[in-house]
């Protein structure tokens, strides 16, 4: 658990701009009729860690 604290105070800031990099290649490749499973997939990982990060380290009272 104390892994989830230390990236949401470390981390958080990397995959925010990971996240919205990601998103905006899956609209561009949308837009473009391409392929987004590799962009897809790190847009859920990222968006997967920043919530499961504030979530544990709101519960830990951190």
Known sequence: MIAFVFISV?????????????LVEVLKKIKNDQ????????LTLSFMLIVWSIAVTAALGS
Do not use: R
């Open 10 to 22: 470390y981390f958080i800031p990397v995959l925010a701009i990971v996240f919205c990099l990601n």
């Open 35 to 42: 392929a987004t499973g590799k962009n897809t997939f790190w």
